[in-house]
């Protein structure tokens, strides 16, 4: 059989010092350039000259730009995974029944705000749905955020059939990916209403046992 192509295991990012502080312009460079040209155009040797650092300096941290798009994927999810836990354990997702709604489209406007404030956040997110590199972080960072929230709800809603409750919790959060997306890109949808709608469309869906 013919070898099949090895891909290099990404490298180990830097723990301190003066590497830390290269790492950290690089990935901060690749940001920025992926916000204005997208992640087709964005290139290694436009994230050096961004950074003022000389590929050598690049290829020291990353073994491609795939890699430095997962360090910006990862990032961005963990901010709104943490994000969301934190709404969720305060309460936001178990308020009162008139309140549940309202409080779930402030989700909503929270990682909303969270992608429209991160240097290249919409281009990140596009590129985890698009790019074959990067399903596996989507993926893993989905599922992980689902079991988490359904360790909270099984305790909230011990009753609900447990497979069905993960269910919905996984499609609940692709869901939020989809008003994410709606926020950054549809002019003509107002955020208040794209938030308040969204949130009362869901409402109702995760406790329905019809």
């Known amino acids: 059989m013919p070898n099949e192509e090895t891909v290099p295991p990404p490298k180990a990012p830097p723990q301190a010092g003066k590497a830390l502080e290269t790492y950290e312009k690089l990935v901060r460079a690749a940001g920025e350039i992926l916000g204005e040209v997208g992640f087709e155009r964005l290139t290694t040797n436009s994230i050096c000259a961004r950074a003022n650092l000389t590929p050598p300096a690049f290829y020291r941290y ?38 549940r709604a309202e409080a779930l489209a402030e989700w909503f406007k929270i990682a909303a705000d969270i992608v429209a404030n991160e240097p290249g956040a919409i281009w990140t997110m596009r590129a985890l749905k698009a790019l074959p590199h990067l399903t596996h972080v989507r993926l893993e960072s989905q599922r992980m955020n689902t079991d988490r929230i359904f360790q909270f709800y099984s305790k909230v809603l011990p009753d609900a059939d447990p497979a069905l409750l993960w269910q919905r919790l996984r499609i609940r959060s692709e869901f939020g990916w989809m008003v994410d997306e709606l926020a950054m890109e549809e002019d003509r949808l107002p955020h208040d209403v794209l938030f308040r709608e969204a949130a009362r469309m869901m409402d109702r869906a995760l406790l329905d046992t019809d």
Do not use: H, M, T
């Open 62 to 99: 990353f073994n491609d730009k795939y890699e430095i798009l997962e360090v910006l994927a990862r990032r961005l999810l963990k901010r709104q995974n943490d994000a969301y836990a934190i709404w969720l354990f305060e309460g936001g997702s178990w308020a009162a029944p008139g309140k």
